[in-house]
């Protein structure tokens, strides 16, 4: 969700912080400082030489590198700082990163306290402007109210696009994006993802994740070609003893792609190199309903070693696979009614 920080060799000792010549005081404090109280000191005493951004982004570091004490004083010194609370902009940045504080500790409570608070203050600034549109989104994604989300975040990318804030229109993008694949809407899911895949790409910076969602996106909207184009420069994940998730998960768009292009020799040797014991529970379904389409595809010619192998795995993921293969269990249980209790139809769960 937020920019990767750039790591420069800190010089000092651990705790000191004192400024090394050749980096300037900002970026060493917002990226490099390790105390808290440190960081506070130095810009509480000439806060009109920094922005608020210094100790966001610092808030940011210790938090996301497992140093949430020092995330805490850093918040706690802000609020107690005479200086701070006269400086402009500095009181709208504390209550916005407040909230996210809250948010990504799930007190939705607390964080929608904060987003209250935020929105009494007038402020012009507009990285904060930004800052407080994602926050807001997030709070309501994470509350699964998607529409209000879906109208946060969208609020936030127009202005990042007015502002021409790359960094904002990618992450705006991502999570328009994200939004969208939820409610199936596949074509705003692959404009958004593509969106900020064109950012990365002019960065020359490559994001796997994003990459595996807009192959998704795309392979929901038949674009099969094009999938496999962008799926292809994951090369590592698609090593085939590579059983990490992103390994397994790049994997099965990609198995997903051979079967909609019908290449199913290709198929079943990627469906053959994952040990099914090894995926998450999250990704078991999509490959059953990989399989399932490779089978039918293949003129159900394995179908029977396949139920007897994964019979209680289907009916434990039968809310996915019904998503992802409802088509062709339809054609089966034309067939053969006794699929429909096969695959656990007359005892329908939610499991997934």
């Given at each position: 969700m937020f920019r990767k920080l750039i790591q420069?060799?800190?010089?000092?000792?651990l705790f000191a912080?004192?400024?090394?010549?050749?980096?300037?005081?900002?970026?060493?404090?917002?990226?490099?400082c390790q105390s808290a109280d440190s960081i506070i000191d130095r810009v509480s005493e000439n806060p009109q030489q920094y922005k608020p951004s210094v100790l966001s982004n610092a808030l940011i570091r210790f938090y996301f590198k497992g140093h949430k004490a020092e995330a805490r004083t850093l918040l706690s010194r802000w609020k107690?700082?005479?200086?701070?609370?006269?400086?402009?902009?500095?009181?709208?940045?504390?209550?916005?990163?407040?909230?996210?504080?809250h948010?990504?500790?799930?007190?939705?409570?607390?964080?929608?306290?904060?987003?209250?608070?935020?929105?009494?203050?007038?402020?012009?600034?507009?990285?904060?402007?930004?800052?407080?549109?994602?926050?807001?989104?997030?709070?309501?994604?994470?509350?699964?109210?998607l529409r209000q989300a879906q109208i946060e975040f969208l609020k936030g990318f127009t202005l990042a696009r007015k502002y021409k804030a790359n960094s904002y229109i990618e992450q705006f993008s991502v999570n328009m994006g994200a939004i969208a694949f939820e409610q199936n809407q596949f074509g705003?899911?692959?404009?958004?993802?593509?969106?900020?895949?064109?950012?990365?790409?002019?960065?020359?910076?490559?994001?796997?994740v994003l990459i595996n969602n807009l192959a998704a996106s795309l392979i929901n909207e038949d674009k099969a070609v094009e999938a496999k184009a962008f799926l292809e420069q994951l090369s590592e994940e698609l090593i085939l003893d590579n059983m990490e998730y992103q390994g397994i998960l790049?994997?099965?768009?990609?198995?997903?792609?051979?079967?909609?292009?019908?290449?199913?020799?290709?198929?079943r040797r990627f469906l053959t190199s994952i040990d099914y014991s090894k995926i998450p529970n999250s990704l078991q379904g999509h490959f059953l309903s990989s399989y399932l389409n490779y089978i039918k595809y293949s003129n159900w010619v394995d179908l029977a070693v396949f139920l007897e192998e994964f019979e209680t795995e289907i009916k434990r993921h039968q809310t996915i696979i019904l998503t992802k293969f409802g088509g062709g269990l339809v054609k089966l249980v034309e067939q053969d009614p006794?699929?429909?209790?096969?695959?656990?139809?007359?005892t329908l769960s939610s499991v997934e």
């Amino acid at each position: 969700m937020f920019r990767k920080l750039i790591q420069i060799a800190i010089v000092a000792a651990l705790f000191a912080c004192q400024q090394d010549i050749a980096i300037s005081d900002s970026k060493y404090l917002a990226e490099n400082c390790q105390s808290a109280d440190s960081i506070i000191d130095r810009v509480s005493e000439n806060p009109q030489q920094y922005k608020p951004s210094v100790l966001s982004n610092a808030l940011i570091r210790f938090y996301f590198k497992g140093h949430k004490a020092e995330a805490r004083t850093l918040l706690s010194r802000w609020k107690q700082s005479e200086s701070l609370k006269k400086a402009p902009n500095f009181a709208g940045f504390l209550v916005t990163d407040l909230g996210y504080f809250h948010l990504w500790e799930n007190q939705l409570d607390s964080c929608n306290y904060y987003i209250k608070e935020r929105e009494k203050i007038k402020m012009q600034d507009s990285l904060n402007q930004l800052a407080f549109f994602n926050l807001k989104g997030s709070y309501f994604y994470v509350g699964a109210d998607l529409r209000q989300a879906q109208i946060e975040f969208l609020k936030g990318f127009t202005l990042a696009r007015k502002y021409k804030a790359n960094s904002y229109i990618e992450q705006f993008s991502v999570n328009m994006g994200a939004i969208a694949f939820e409610q199936n809407q596949f074509g705003s899911a692959s404009y958004y993802f593509s969106n900020a895949y064109a950012i990365l790409k002019a960065d020359n910076r490559k994001n796997n994740v994003l990459i595996n969602n807009l192959a998704a996106s795309l392979i929901n909207e038949d674009k099969a070609v094009e999938a496999k184009a962008f799926l292809e420069q994951l090369s590592e994940e698609l090593i085939l003893d590579n059983m990490e998730y992103q390994g397994i998960l790049t994997k099965l768009n990609y198995i997903d792609v051979l079967n909609n292009l019908g290449h199913l020799d290709s198929t079943r040797r990627f469906l053959t190199s994952i040990d099914y014991s090894k995926i998450p529970n999250s990704l078991q379904g999509h490959f059953l309903s990989s399989y399932l389409n490779y089978i039918k595809y293949s003129n159900w010619v394995d179908l029977a070693v396949f139920l007897e192998e994964f019979e209680t795995e289907i009916k434990r993921h039968q809310t996915i696979i019904l998503t992802k293969f409802g088509g062709g269990l339809v054609k089966l249980v034309e067939q053969d009614p006794r699929y429909f209790e096969v695959f656990g139809l007359d005892t329908l769960s939610s499991v997934e």
